[in-house]
């Protein structure tokens, strides 16, 4: 089953507009990332924050964690047409059967005009 | 670096056919993963190789789904019989670290093998 949950499904925004994509995840985690998926293409990693990190930026990304309520945000400022992709937060849960094993979401399908 | 390659990129076959997709990983990563993506879905793990050992399979259909990573590098996963259903892109990545250490949490993904069962 799916551990990770983003919303919304679907954002489009205007170039040079901040898109904000939001995950929740239902257990206790040792860290999580996020991904971006070019159309029919493969994952590329964009940013890992651990459990026992709030915050952490990456260029124009910014992801935010908070374990209390087991959610997570991936801001993307000044968005280009290039950020086009869909988008998908991963986890690592605790306790879990192996070592590195992810845990992927629906993913957000983010749209950019230019 | 060279990235994780796989092959084909699409295939077509129709329902009860067999296929085998093929990965080489990135030099020395020793931990091999397998995912299924379903269209309009997150991708799914579907088997964990660390060396040419199974960390965890707990999510492959055993009954028409096998892989295996011989000698510790390239992997192939097969679908014998297929079905309908197991249309997707299958997607391999690989991830740092050795033997009983824990692998390096980035995982790098291939393009990944378009397949459909018609």
């Known amino acids: 089953s799916q551990q990770g949950e983003e919303d919304p499904q679907a954002l489009s925004i205007q170039e040079g507009e901040n898109a904000t994509m939001n995950c929740s995840y239902k257990?206790?985690?040792?860290?999580l990332q996020w991904y971006r998926q070019n159309s029919g293409r493969g994952l590329v990693h964009l940013i890992l924050?651990?459990?026992?990190?709030r915050e952490k930026h990456s260029g124009r990304l910014r992801v935010t964690l908070d374990t209390s309520k087991k959610s997570s945000s991936l801001l993307i400022t000044a968005s280009r047409a290039a950020d086009t992709a869909s988008y998908f937060c991963?986890?690592?849960?605790?306790?879990?059967?192996?070592?590195?094993?992810?845990?992927f979401g629906q993913g957000t399908i983010l749209t950019v005009h230019p | 670096e060279a990235g994780v390659a796989q092959s084909p990129r699409y295939k077509i076959i129709e329902k009860r056919q067999s296929v085998a997709f093929w990965c080489n990983p990135i030099?020395?990563?020793?931990?091999l993963y397998w995912y299924q993506q379903i269209l309009g879905q997150g991708p799914k793990l579907l088997i964990q190789?660390?060396?040419?050992?199974?960390?965890?399979d707990s999510q492959l259909p055993k009954d028409r789904f096998s892989a295996e990573r011989l000698k510790g590098v390239d992997s192939t996963l097969k679908i014998q019989p297929a079905k309908l259903e197991d249309s997707a892109v299958y997607l391999c990545?690989?991830?740092?670290?050795?033997?009983?250490?824990?692998?390096?949490?980035?995982?790098?993904f291939g393009p990944g093998t378009r397949l459909l069962v018609l």
């Open positions: 030099s020395g990563h020793a931990t």
């Open positions: 257990t206790s985690i040792n860290n």
């Open positions: 190789f660390q060396n040419n050992g199974v960390v965890d």
């Open positions: 990545a690989s991830s740092s670290g050795t033997g009983g250490v824990r692998p390096q949490e980035t995982q790098y």
């Open positions: 924050i651990r459990s026992n990190e």
């Open positions: 991963a986890t690592d849960a605790i306790g879990g059967t192996s070592y590195g094993k992810l845990t």
